[in-house]
């Protein structure tokens, strides 16, 4: 079975701490992307990757930083933690769209995070 | 830019009857579209995929269409269950940039 595992289900920082969530995927996939989900906002893209070291801004960067040292690992970082950054983070992964391969975008089961 | 819009927010309907989630999009120039489904306070797991050259996917009680030209996708579920009862999201994948976009969802009750 394909696994896309997000380090923590449940997180709670205090402002103004730095915070780490962590995804590992288990497909080989180029493709990791990292989402925020909140009531009657839907998912939101914070930060994508195509490939190691690469990194794109989705459309709600600020306050968020990302890292891909490994293919299989993409981390979102939250310098300076606010409470507007409450809120449940998604990662997910894909192949690309010229692979020949399963093309299915696969979610991790989610971090909720609190920020006291 | 890409928006997505899903009606109805919220559907309640009784076990056993048949029902229809609607998608619409703006730009038909997408790679693919995805249905998700996701239960309160989980990641969303992968339904149906139909790729930009196809019309529907079928999955067990589940079909999904595919309408580029009128911008709409439909994801029919015949005879609902209790087990059905989620939100259901409709993604669609940017043809250039492998980007989904994704709408708001239609959160699904079924009552035994």
């Known amino acids: 079975d394909v696994k896309v595992t997000q380090s923590s289900r449940y997180l709670v920082k205090r402002t103004g701490e730095k915070v780490f969530l962590e995804c590992v995927q288990d497909m080989d996939h180029e493709n990791m992307f990292w989402y925020r989900q909140d009531p009657g906002l839907g998912l939101r893209l914070i930060y994508f990757s195509y490939d190691v070291k690469m990194k794109e801004k989705g459309d709600i960067p600020e306050g968020y930083s990302v890292s891909r040292e490994k293919k299989e690992r993409f981390s979102l970082i939250l310098e300076s933690a606010s409470t507007n950054q409450t809120s449940m983070y998604l990662c997910?992964?894909?192949?690309?769209?010229?692979?020949?391969?399963?093309?299915?975008?696969?979610f991790g089961s989610g971090t909720q995070l609190s920020v006291l | 830019k890409q928006e997505v819009t899903q009606i109805p927010a919220a559907l309640s309907v009784p076990e056993g009857e048949n029902l229809v989630l609607n998608c619409s999009f703006t730009d038909s120039a997408i790679y693919n579209l995805q249905w998700f489904r996701q239960d309160p306070g989980k990641g969303l797991t992968s339904l149906l995929l139909i790729q930009s050259s196809q019309r529907e996917q079928t999955s067990g009680r589940l079909n999904a269409s595919l309408d580029k030209s009128s911008g709409r996708s439909t994801l029919y579920i015949a005879a609902s269950q209790p087990g059905d009862s989620a939100t259901y999201l409709c993604?669609?994948?940017?043809?250039?940039?492998?980007?989904?976009?994704f709408g708001d969802g239609t959160t699904l009750t079924v009552k035994p």
């Open positions: 997910a992964s894909s192949s690309p769209t010229d692979s020949a391969t399963n093309e299915k975008l696969f």
């Open positions: 993604a669609m994948r940017d043809a250039n940039a492998g980007k989904s976009t």
